[in-house]
């Protein structure tokens, strides 16, 4: 069994700063990668930033310069500091891992947090 739990969302004037943590639980042998997706109101889900077990990172165009996402292998947690937020980053952000559990004879699959909500509003 693997749960992932975000935490750190909440309520920012524009031009402030949330950081992101989510850790995973369980029984994990591997996670490949690990990152955040968002989905905002009407619209269709999307990955914000990712990060691979080596560090290498990636970035929607929208978050590059202002997001960073980072990891922490040995705890199994990702983080996603997000600065000079913008009302438009206003949406549901969910943790997303990718990789095998139990053991390494287990399946590789994606596994999801329930999502913590971020608003940017005055």
């Known amino acids: 069994q693997v749960q992932l739990v975000e935490s750190g969302g909440g309520l920012v004037q524009p031009g402030g700063s949330l950081r992101l943590s989510c850790a995973a639980s369980?029984?994990?042998?591997?996670?490949?990668?690990m990152g955040w997706y968002r989905q905002a109101p009407g619209k269709q889900r999307e990955l914000v930033a990712t990060v691979s077990i080596g560090g290498s990172t990636n970035y929607v165009a929208s978050a590059k310069g202002r997001f960073t996402i980072s990891r922490d292998n040995a705890k199994n947690t990702v983080y996603l500091q997000m600065n000079s937020l913008k009302p438009e980053d206003t949406a549901v952000y969910s943790c997303?891992?990718?990789?095998?559990?139990?053991?390494?004879?287990?399946?590789?699959?994606?596994?999801w947090g329930q999502g913590t909500q971020v608003t940017v509003s005055s």
């Open positions: 369980g029984s994990i042998f591997s996670i490949a990668v």
């Open positions: 997303y891992m990718y990789g095998v559990v139990d053991s390494i004879t287990s399946p590789v699959r994606g596994y």
